[in-house]
């Protein structure tokens, strides 16, 4: 079956809406959390070490997904706490555990992502330091 241009215009039309408040929750995120500041900043530092030491192509194919995971991760956190805030305004120790729980989703992940980028990042530096 195909469709016809009345569909296919509004199939585009949907697709660009949810884009564009993807994009607005992606900069509502950037802009009024701290910890997705720290979290691009540190991704920031992971590239320019990245080009600086030249690390080989696999590796930069694991630095993109570690990052996009990490950066995915804090978002979906913001999400549950802001539900949470907006289902609750009072003091719910299931509210508390929510929350806690989501940002516990998120250091696992950070210490993951720290541990990975040791284990990129060891040998490069080793080998600048101590030619």
């Known amino acids: 079956m195909t469709m016809d241009l009345k569909d296919r215009k509004q199939t585009r039309q949907r697709l660009f809406r949810s884009f564009r408040c ?27 070490c990245g080009f600086v030491f030249s690390i080989p192509l696999f590796h930069w194919m694991i ?3 570690v990052i996009g995971g ?15 805030d907006m289902i609750t305004e009072d003091y719910h120790p299931a509210a508390e555990k929510a929350k806690d729980i989501a940002a516990a ?8 992502a720290a541990i990975i980028g040791i284990l990129i ?8 330091l101590f030619p």
């Open 22 to 48: 993807a994009w607005a929750g992606l900069t509502l995120v950037v802009w009024h959390e701290q910890n997705m500041k720290f979290h691009l900043l540190a991704a920031a530092a992971a590239v320019i």
């Open 63 to 65: 630095l993109a997904l």
């Open 70 to 84: 990490m950066l995915a991760l804090e978002v979906m956190n913001t999400a549950v706490e802001r539900v949470v």
């Open 105 to 112: 989703a998120v250091l696992v992940y950070s210490a993951a």
């Open 121 to 128: 990042f060891y040998g490069p530096v080793m080998s600048r």
